[in-house]
């Protein structure tokens, strides 16, 4: 089904993850000794849920795709299995939602779990399910994208899972999106339609290449400083802020803060949306190569991206 706003024709641009607009910088964050609020409580039972193998599982499942090029027919397949992943977690409303763009078209994937409480903000916890080669245009090369990215649809999966059964006070939104690559068609389409019928700020919690950890073992978490709406960078810190505290409390992860940029939150951004993001930093050797596979990743890593997504999330749902 195509989204009701059509989406402009945008020119040809390749997000790139390589080249941040500035450099991360480390924090220090402590542990908290005591954390006896319900979200913190919340938080830490979820956690221990995470499964390294049930990530595996998936990015083995979607790597196993000859490609996943937007403008591949494997694309629609790819797209299914997720909705086959997401329905088997126990989510009825599981649906793929089309966009058309310069005489190509695919599907993002929304699985919607709705909360308790009709007066809090919407969660929306998204990756793209796409990958590419080198050569951007080039749909029929083998293209596995393990740690780009199906190592962040993994963890949006794995969160849903844990998620199923939890009553939460805020609708949380799953979404893996297609035509990242191309220039954030999807999400791009998606946050139009949307923002089409109302004004209501969304937090867009993003996660793109998570599973190969820079030399430091460290995690990026990703913040809003200007952009398109500078009103929403202070919401957007202080979320930040709630996932290093995570990582800090539920991981041994060093974190390093920087800036959004170059991935699926940026269309979310422009219409005013609180966003942030984790990433696993610079240096990934098989970016956009064949040997993107699955046996590069580090699952035990992965888990604790998905760990500290899962409490941001927790705590979000529960006192925004």
Not at 224 to 246: I, K
Request: aromatic share 6%; charged share 20%.
């Amino acid at each position: 089904m195509p989204y009701d706003t059509p989406l402009e024709d945008q020119p040809l641009t390749h997000p790139d993850k390589r080249h941040p607009p500035s450099p991360a910088t480390r924090v220090a964050t402590k542990k908290r000794e005591e954390r006896r609020t319900p979200p913190d409580e919340l938080a830490a039972a979820l956690v221990e849920s995470v499964s390294a193998d049930s990530l595996r599982s998936t990015v083995e499942a979607l790597s196993a795709f000859h490609t996943r090029h937007t403008f591949s027919p494997l694309i629609g397949p790819a797209a299914e299995e997720i909705v086959t992943r997401l329905a088997a977690a126990g989510y009825p409303d599981v649906v793929r939602r089309g966009w058309a763009n310069g005489g190509h078209s695919a599907d993002n994937v929304i699985c919607t779990k709705p909360g308790t409480s009709a007066d809090k903000p919407v969660i929306i916890l998204c990756a793209h399910y796409d990958s590419r080669m080198e050569d951007a245009n080039n749909a029929t090369a083998r293209a596995p994208g393990a740690d780009d990215n199906a190592s962040g649809v993994a963890a949006i999966l794995e969160a849903a899972r844990v998620l199923a059964p939890v009553a939460l006070s805020s609708t949380v939104q799953f979404v893996a999106f297609s035509g990242e690559e191309q220039g954030l068609w999807g999400s791009a389409a998606y946050a139009a339609a949307l923002h089409a019928t109302g004004t209501e700020a969304y937090r867009v919690l993003n996660l793109d290449m998570v599973g190969r950890p820079p030399a430091d073992g460290s995690v990026t978490v990703e913040r809003d400083l200007g952009n398109a709406v500078p009103g929403n960078d202070a919401a957007s810190q202080a979320l930040g802020a709630v996932m290093a505290q995570a990582a800090a409390d539920h991981t041994a992860l060093p974190v390093m803060l920087g800036p959004i940029y170059a991935s699926d939150y940026m269309p979310f951004e422009a219409h005013s949306d609180v966003t942030i993001g984790a990433y696993e930093g610079e240096g990934n050797p098989h970016y956009h190569r064949t040997s993107d596979t699955p046996a590069t990743l580090d699952y035990d890593y992965l888990a604790d991206i998905t760990r500290i997504t899962l409490a941001t999330v927790a705590v979000a749902a529960l006192t925004d």
